[in-house]
């Protein structure tokens, strides 16, 4: 059953949200949860307009958490854009938008704030380029789950380790939500989507779509049969340092856990974060290797 919209609900705070989620339950609606951070693009509507294809409710979330910002990372300088957001969610389809302030999410402050980590995983890749980093999602992703309660939550898969990140969050603390990743939405040159590209000056934004290129080439490489992994790696750090960016890495990992691939692995990730200018990009590629190859 499809609902028709009109207005999106703005709520602040927790006790109206719940009174909210409360009534969906009484009329046995299910509820899908997009968290964001605001500053929508295209790749967050597109997770809203896949919200709704599941549940008859989806509720946004908007709230740009510190916790997981380094020291001198962008948290001050990202967009807040809450009423273009609004305009974008009503026409998506959300019926109600959760932009709680800072002293809801943390009454106590972030410092003194009970800490959800999920070891392992956060401190690979992005987790050891931005120590703490993955602490802050889980924590707040967490929170925002026990806020919301919904059915099914919605993540892009252009943030493929955060995904990862809470799945296991959930697998292992047993909460009753299914965690949904959803394809990278790319501009028309193959440029992920992301609220950190409105960083990039027009020179740079020119020089940007040749991040996916150098994981197009990676997996072609991989898809021949190449098997040195380091260098396929060493040459995509290469070639994006060649036309201006400074690569994080670039990593080949395996799909479920990003631990190191070994034989008989065959889903792969490719991996790769790179500034460009004060633009930290990310992006994956996902690699199907075919296991009956020998040579």
Not at 29 to 50: D, F, K, Y
Not at 52 to 73: K, M, W
Request: with cysteine; net charge neutral.
């Amino acid at each position: 059953m499809v609902h028709q919209h009109t207005t999106l609900k703005t709520i602040h705070e927790l006790a109206e949200l719940r009174q909210h989620v409360a009534q969906w339950r009484h009329q046995g609606e299910r509820i899908v949860l997009v968290p964001t951070m605001g500053n929508l693009h295209a790749g967050h509507l597109a997770l809203v307009q896949q919200a709704r294809q599941l549940a008859p409710r989806v509720i946004a979330s908007l709230f740009v958490n510190p916790t997981q910002f380094g020291p001198n990372e962008d948290f001050s300088a990202y967009p807040r854009t809450l009423a273009e957001d609004q305009a974008k969610l009503t026409a998506a389809g959300c019926d109600l938008l959760f932009a709680p302030p800072l002293a809801t999410v943390y009454p106590q402050g972030a410092e003194l704030t009970t800490r959800v980590e999920v070891p392992g995983l956060s401190d690979r890749l992005c987790g050891a380029f931005r120590p703490g980093h993955f602490a802050g999602v889980a924590q707040v992703v967490c929170k925002l789950f026990n806020m919301v309660q919904p059915d099914i939550a919605m993540f892009g898969e252009k943030d493929r380790q955060q995904l990862l990140v809470i799945q296991r969050m959930v697998a292992d603390l047993n909460l009753p939500i299914e965690v949904v990743g959803s394809p990278t939405v790319r501009e028309a040159d193959g440029l992920a989507m992301s609220s950190r590209n409105a960083y990039l000056d027009a020179a740079q934004r020119r020089v940007a779509p040749q991040l996916y290129q150098a994981l197009c080439v990676a997996r072609d490489k991989l898809m021949a049969g190449e098997q040195d992994y380091s260098a396929i790696e060493q040459a995509a750090v290469q070639q994006l340092s060649e036309v201006g960016f400074r690569p994080d890495y670039v990593r080949i990992v395996r799909a479920q856990d990003y631990a190191d691939p070994a034989p008989p692995d065959t889903r792969l990730v490719i991996a790769v974060a790179a500034w460009l200018g004060r633009a930290r990009l990310i992006d994956n590629v996902v690699v199907e290797r075919n296991a009956q190859r020998s040579d």
